[in-house]
């Protein structure tokens, strides 16, 4: 008898978002399995590395089995949640995948709020276990807690495999909260069904493949995360996790040193990395094939730096709310304009987006110039707001079928068809990415005893868009018991960097509290100085405070 070779099992196939379609699944894998199948190709290739620690595809799937066994031992079931206290590391793409497993919802929380506002939302929320990456006492009472101690202990002992409990299409894979105008924070339900469309939208336009090395920068409570994570390692793509100081020449080592192709950053952070443009290179970034950039208007200066510096390299500017799956419209620079004073467009709604623009009647804009709503529908539209569906059915609508969010965002097309973002129709802004109410910081500084009016904008202070606040008080000790309050219940991100005190009301000719006034009088005084800490006197002037120098 002649006996041959054993046959070795066919490789799994890549998930239906692959680029490569002689190489994709027929159907998306259960959230669970989402990095199954290179665990299963390249089990000992390096997956990701935040600096400090690395790990394989074959020791993130284990770990993300061992997490979900755990989590079913604490009586975690298919529609729970499970909050992660979440830091910029290793681990985080491990309890992502493990609470999946378990067929529950993954609730990434901001890890440096605040106590008191971290309690609010875990009170809101009633998850079924908390896994925080530090040792920290806990802060939800009845609930199981696993911190950093017995999260290794867990993540690292043997464990049998666990079998994936597959989610429903319309089930929640994840909640993400954003600030509320309401001074609450909105949790944006993202459904498995939204999550699975935007995967294979957006990678038409990433084009993330095995051989991709992907750079990391946002933190895991804001949902960049997951497409700068989450969906190149389902391909089986490197992902390096940048948990450094953000400074220009440290990241542009780094994506040297990583051998970086894919590096998606927020327009704040793409500027630092840019820093007048000389390093912007292909001997700085040899191994670069795109730069992404969004979640904020870009100078177009930026992104021309990029595109003549690096001509073969793709650079796409991109837009997406929260409640529209992450990124839903894109627009790709084919060569930079050095005439070019706003911004570049936003472009069009990727494959399975709708998007309409509308003006205040209703009726909906398609001729270019014309200023109007944006509103996006289709596939990747949020299940809703976590607990506040009062605030859902204000944004959500329906037309034609198609449920539609309205961003609030103001937008135009251009000659050519494309969409460009103009501003917003109310006070919700973008810093480094992030999405910040306005309307919560003043509802936060009105909730102190003594505060008769606040004012809250961005405003300019060298060269860079910063938080001002105005507190119109009788007492000027009510400042520092405002920015207690602020202290106590906002992110660090929140809290405003300008603070000035009115000792009386300034009212226009209207009648009305003139709030744009009082503002304008603090950025003119703050524009190019060091002071912090202003009072505005009825004289029409704006004096640091004692202790606060000008520059």
Known sequence: MTTGPIPQAAPAPLPPWSVDAADQAEGAPALGDLVAAAASRWPERPALHDGRT??????????????????AGQGVRPGDRVAVLAEKCATMP??????????????????????????????????????ALDDREPVADGVPWAGRGEL?????????????VPHR?????????????????????????????YFGAHNEVLRF??????????????????????????????????????????????????????????????????????????????????????????????????????????????????EATIVCVAHEIAEADHERVGSYPIG?????????????????????????????????VMRGYFDQPEETARRVVEVDGVRHYRTGDLCAYDAGGDIVFRGRDD?????????????????????????????????????????????????????????????ELLPTYMRPTLVAWSPELSVSSTGKTDEKLLMRRLAEAAREASATHYVLTPAGEAEPVDGDAHG
């Open 54 to 71: 690395g790990l394989t595809f074959a020791a993130l799937e284990s770990q993300a089995q061992a997490l979900a066994a755990w989590l």
């Open 348 to 380: 069009r709604p990727l494959r399975g987006v709708v998007a309409r623009i509308v003006a205040e009647d209703g009726s909906e804009i398609r001729e270019p110039g014309r200023t109007g709503e944006l509103w996006i529908g289709g596939a990747q």
């Open 427 to 487: 006070d919700e802004v973008k810093l480094a990415g992030r999405r910040i109410h306005l309307g919560e910081i003043r509802q936060t500084v009105l909730s102190c005893p003594g505060v008769e009016r606040a004012a809250v904008a961005v405003v300019p202070r060298h060269g860079h868009d910063v938080i001002a606040l105005v507190v119109m008080a009788p007492d000027r000790a009510v400042v520092a018991q405002a920015e207690k309050r602020l202290a």
């Open 94 to 131: 491990v309890l992502a995948i493990g609470i999946w497993k378990c067929g529950a919802v993954y609730v990434p929380l901001d890890a440096a709020q605040p106590e008191p506002r971290l309690r609010g939302l875990l009170g809101r929320l009633r998850p079924k276990a908390v896994l």
């Open 152 to 164: 290794d202990a867990i993540l690292t002992a043997p464990a049998a495999p666990w079998p994936t």
């Open 209 to 322: 493949t095995p051989e991709s090395r992907v750079f990391s920068l946002s933190p895991f409570h804001f949902d960049v995360s997951i497409e700068d994570t989450l969906l190149p390692l389902s391909l089986g793509a490197y992902v390096h996790q940048f948990r450094g100081v953000h400074a220009g020449a440290i990241m542009r080592a780094v994506i040297t040193r990583e051998r970086i192709t894919h590096l998606i950053a927020v327009s704040t952070l793409l500027t630092m990395i840019t820093e007048g443009g000389r390093q912007v290179s292909p001997e700085t970034f040899p191994a670069l094939e795109m730069v992404m950039t969004g979640a904020e208007v870009c100078d177009p200066g930026v992104i021309n730096v990029w595109k003549t510096g690096l001509p073969a390299v793709r650079v796409i500017n991109v837009y997406g709310p929260t």
């Open 169 to 197: 299409p319309e089930s929640t894979a994840y909640i993400i909260f954003t600030s509320g105008s309401t001074g609450e924070p909105k949790g944006v339900e993202i459904s498995v069904a939204n999550l699975v469309a």
